[in-house]
């Protein structure tokens, strides 16, 4: 059972244009959002979180929006460029875990196109 | 920046073989992850140690071990390997002080069972 779900496989992109990747989660103990972006033969790299006490975060051109009652957590780009072609990651993990692992969706792959 | 360091990048094993992974952690990160990814799929945590010991228990199959050393590397082994275990195995580290953050991961080391 995908505890993180990533519905779109795939997402291509003209380049200045705004890139929308979006992820939806079931696990209502999940508090902590992450986006990682992932290049091939390389790991995963932090791009950017959210706490489920905020509905926004924001770093330069990544904005994380989280709709709690929603379940869903959305990451915008803006604008978008070439570089930002890659795999992106939704993970989320919960305090109360043992450890804060992270539960990973299976990944949208962004194609920024110039 | 020290980052995770993982050994071997590649490593080729035949069925019923064993096979270890290290992991460096990021100096002065308290917890490490283990985590597999299959072709096509997304990250599956399969365990993690805090300060030395066990933390949490994914996927991991019975075949695999893993421990904490005393200087905070850690290894993975892995018994009786089957085709299915080809995959990328990614450690991760981190600093839970203060509570979740993001996971570092190292670039992963590729297994392929043959």
């Known amino acids: 059972d995908q505890q993180v779900k990533q519905n779109s496989p795939s997402l291509s992109v003209q380049e200045g244009r705004i890139s929308i990747l979006n992820c939806d989660y079931t696990n209502s103990m999940f508090d902590y959002f992450l986006w990682y972006k992932k290049y091939p033969a390389e790991g995963p790299t932090f791009l950017i979180s959210i706490s489920s006490i905020k509905d926004k975060n924001e770093d330069g051109r990544f904005t994380v929006f989280l709709n709690k009652s929603a379940k869903h957590l959305s990451l915008h780009i803006v604008p978008s460029q070439p570089g930002d072609s890659a795999v992106y990651f939704c993970?989320?993990?919960?305090?109360?875990?043992?450890?804060?692992?992270?539960?990973f969706g299976k990944g949208t792959k962004l194609s920024v196109i110039p | 920046a020290a980052g995770v360091i993982q050994s071997p990048r590649h490593l080729i094993k035949e069925k019923r073989e064993t096979a270890t992974l290290k992991c460096y952690p990021i100096?002065?990160?308290?917890?490490v992850y283990w985590y597999q990814q299959g072709p096509g799929q997304d990250p599956q945590f399969l365990i993690s140690f805090y300060e030395k010991m066990q933390s949490d228990k994914g996927s991991i199959p019975d075949r695999f071990s893993a421990q904490q050393f005393s200087d905070y590397h850690s290894e993975l082994n892995m018994s009786s390997l089957e085709l299915g275990d080809s995959a990328l195995y990614f450690c991760a580290s981190s600093s839970t002080v203060g509570g979740p953050g993001e996971l570092f991961f190292g670039e992963g080391s590729r297994l392929t069972v043959l």
């Open positions: 993970a989320a993990s919960a305090s109360g875990a043992g450890s804060y692992q992270l539960t």
């Open positions: 100096p002065r990160h308290d917890t």
